[in-house]
């Protein structure tokens, strides 16, 4: 009997014992997202071709102070940019922005891209060249994603086609071809001599029809020759 009591009395400990500890080990496997501070800062533009396409553009750096989480892949790594700061992390960002109060659009590609004049935000100097903008984590800025110059871009080899892919994708596009390298893609750090566009609101939204195609092409048709008149 002494010996059964023994064995139960051993049971219930190595539970109590495991109900006690089991939170506590489970606690050091969470991860914590903290972000402590988090500031903007302004510097010239550098580290990238976009720099050299216009002077409006700078560095917008984002500079935050966080905890292992958000410094930290799955896996346990650093992710780049960051780096020990004390008992925290300071992770810094630098994209290619621009200000704001400096936008300026290109009606032609605006009407080209959703068929009537609207606040897509592109940014376009001049009637030649165009910069695609995504926001930025400042609202005061936006950040520059690619590069189009349709200076050099043949008219006669301007396609407007439509695309199936996935069985959810249906769209319409125009595929522009240069006589040499007319654009660049900053995440992928690529340029080419080939623009493609999609004209539908997404690839998924389906095709336009003949008379929004006609529109298009008229649009094209402008953007081309304002920008040749400016080249002359």
């Known amino acids: 009997m002494s010996r059964m009591v023994e064995i139960m ?8 014992v495991y109900f006690m ?7 050091c496997a969470t991860r914590y997202d903290v972000v402590f501070t988090e500031k903007f800062i302004e510097e010239p533009c550098s580290g990238s071709i976009l720099c050299e396409k216009d002077r409006n553009f700078v560095l917008v750096k984002r500079i935050r102070e966080v905890s ?10 650093l992710i780049p940019g960051c780096a020990m700061h004390g008992k925290q ?9 621009l200000p704001r109060n400096k936008l300026l659009s290109n009606e032609n590609y605006d009407l080209l891209l959703q068929g009537y004049q609207s606040s897509i935000s592109s940014y376009s100097p001049n009637p030649c060249e165009v910069f695609s903008t995504t926001k930025s984590q400042n609202d005061e800025y936006l950040i520059i994603e690619d590069y189009m110059n349709f200076a050099h871009v043949e008219l006669e080899r301007v396609n407007i086609e439509n695309h199936t892919g996935s069985p959810l994708e249906d769209y319409t596009a125009v595929h522009f071809v240069c006589d040499r390298e007319c654009y660049y893609d900053e995440d992928r750090n690529i340029n080419s001599n080939e623009i493609h566009l999609v004209l539908s609101k997404s690839r998924r939204s389906g095709r336009l029809d003949e008379t929004d195609i006609e529109k298009r092409q008229a649009s094209i048709v402008r953007l081309i020759n304002d920008c040749r008149m400016e080249m002359i």
């Open 9 to 16: 009395r051993q049971a219930v400990l190595i539970r109590l």
């Open 21 to 27: 500890c089991f939170p506590l080990l489970a606690g």
């Open 68 to 77: 292992a989480g958000v410094a930290r892949n799955t896996a346990g790594t």
């Open 89 to 97: 992390y300071i992770c810094e960002q630098g994209e290619v922005g």
